[in-house]
């Protein structure tokens, strides 16, 4: 069975803060995503990953950064954490093999910054 | 509870009856769509999906209809359920690169019993 799963559900952060969000998935998935999902916008792509150590930028990737040290987890970093980041943040993979493999999600982390 | 369904249009449904979930997209050289569904406090779940060489296709209780002339793709649930209530959101591929997905916004159907 597909299994994504993301480290917390819910965080409370205050500005300034580094912030750590991990994802991890146990179906050996090459590609990995992050969204923020904030209401009247959508999912909006920050970063993905096609491959361990490789990253590509999103459509809203300022303020965050990545890393894909090994091909189950891919982490979202917030280097100082500002109050417009409090969002929804939802984590996703896919086989590798094109743009029209099924993405599945994690249950998301909603992040406040206060 | 969630956020992610304020602000959102909202479809109410007798329980029993079908319901019908639009999506309007606009980019003409999208080639693959798929809808999710997702319910309270828990991440988007893929339902179906179907490619532009399409116009119809069906799974266990839904149908996908696609209209490439006017862009649009519709959702039907057959016997709407209460366990069916969510979210439903629209996402467009078209190409061009790793998992180019542009997602809409989303419908929230209520499920009246």
């Known amino acids: 069975d597909v299994k994504v799963t993301q480290s917390s559900r819910y965080l409370v952060k205050r500005t300034g803060e580094k912030v750590f969000l991990e994802c991890v998935q146990d179906?050996?998935?090459?590609?990995m995503f992050w969204y923020r999902q904030d209401p009247g916008l959508g999912l909006r792509l920050i970063y993905f990953s096609y491959d361990v150590k490789m990253k590509e930028k999103g459509d809203i990737p300022e303020g965050y950064s990545v890393s894909r040290e090994k091909k189950e987890r891919f982490s979202l970093i917030l280097e100082s954490a500002s109050t417009n980041q409090t969002s929804m943040y939802l984590c996703a993979s896919s086989k590798a093999g094109g743009p029209r493999d099924t993405q599945y999600f994690g249950p998301g982390t909603r992040l406040t910054v206060l | 509870g969630e956020s992610v369904g304020l602000h959102l249009p909202t479809l109410s449904v007798q329980e029993g009856d079908n319901s019908i979930i639009n999506c309007a997209y606009s980019?003409?050289?999208?080639?693959?769509f798929i809808w999710y569904k997702q319910e309270s406090g828990k991440g988007p779940q893929f339902i179906i999906d179907?490619?532009?060489?399409?116009d119809k296709r069906q799974g266990q209780r839904v149908t996908v209809l696609l209209n490439k002339t006017v862009k649009h793709l519709s959702l039907q649930i057959a016997a709407t359920q209460p366990g069916d209530s969510a979210v439903y959101f629209c996402?467009?591929?078209?190409?061009?690169?790793?998992?180019?997905?542009?997602f809409g916004t989303g419908t929230k159907l209520q499920v009246i019993p």
């Open positions: 980019n003409s050289a999208s080639d693959y």
């Open positions: 996402a467009e591929n078209a190409g061009g690169g790793y998992q180019k997905v542009t």
């Open positions: 179906m050996d998935h090459e590609n």
């Open positions: 179907i490619r532009s060489n399409m």
